[in-house]
């Protein structure tokens, strides 16, 4: 990293004695021309190349400390991840969905995508036919949902409490399942 510092500072006034070739068109053909600079031609300003120097060598002084930052990529990644499933224009702490939605960022840095079809197979969740491959193309005899392989637990509701039902018919086994009229 010391190196490549010292190499910042020399790189745009046509100084290449500290470049790396992987990097450097210079070294390998010293015609080539700046493309980000005004004619192609270095920098030639002799009071910024001292400036950038002395804010380089401070860099330099602390190199060591430096390195071992690492990239700031993965950090951001994660916290794009995190904003996806939780954006902040949603009010998700007051309950334990930001929670699940924090856990599933990490599973999917940890993971991969993956994580979902692993979750769903620990909790018994099954999709169906609806997401394989050539579905369309292929003929099912449905007749019926087969019945969860864990049986579900009995839980007990206090009497203070309101019911709310929702009857939801999205498996789409007949054409009518969520119309009362035929076209």
Same mark, same amino acid.
């Given at each position: ?20 070739? =992987? +990097?450097?068109?210079? &070294? ?7 493309? =980000? ?22 860099? &330099? ?12 990529? /993965? ?8 904003? =996806? ?9 007051? #309950?334990? #969905? @930001?929670?699940?939605?924090? /856990?599933?960022?990490v @599973?999917?840095?940890? &993971?991969?995508?993956?994580? +979902? #079809?692993? #979750?769903?197979a620990?909790?018994? @969740? ?13 003929s099912?005899? !449905?007749?019926? !949902?087969?019945?969860?392989? !864990? ?5 007990? !509701? ?26």
């Amino acid at each position: 990293m010391e190196k490549a510092s010292k190499s910042l500072s020399k790189h745009p006034f046509g100084d290449h004695s500290q470049c790396n070739k =992987s +990097w450097c068109r210079f &070294i390998t053909n010293p015609r080539e021309v700046y493309k =980000s600079l005004p004619n192609g031609k270095p920098i030639k300003d002799q009071k910024l190349k001292e400036t950038l120097t002395e804010v380089f060598d401070s860099y &330099i002084n602390h190199a060591e400390k430096l390195a071992s930052l690492g990239s700031t990529q /993965a950090n951001e990644s994660f916290n794009k991840t995190v904003g =996806s499933k939780a954006p902040k224009s949603h009010h998700y702490s007051g #309950s334990d #969905s @930001l929670n699940y939605r924090v /856990a599933g960022s990490v @599973l999917q840095k940890n &993971i991969g995508y993956t994580y +979902w #079809s692993n #979750s769903y197979a620990a909790s018994e @969740l099954r999709e169906g036919d609806s997401y394989r491959s050539c579905v369309a193309l292929k003929s099912h005899d !449905i007749t019926e !949902i087969p019945a969860p392989r !864990i049986p579900p637990a009995d839980v007990e !509701i206090p009497d203070d409490v309101a019911y709310v039902c929702f009857d939801l018919e999205t498996t789409e086994l007949g054409i009518t399942v969520c119309y009362d009229y035929y076209y």
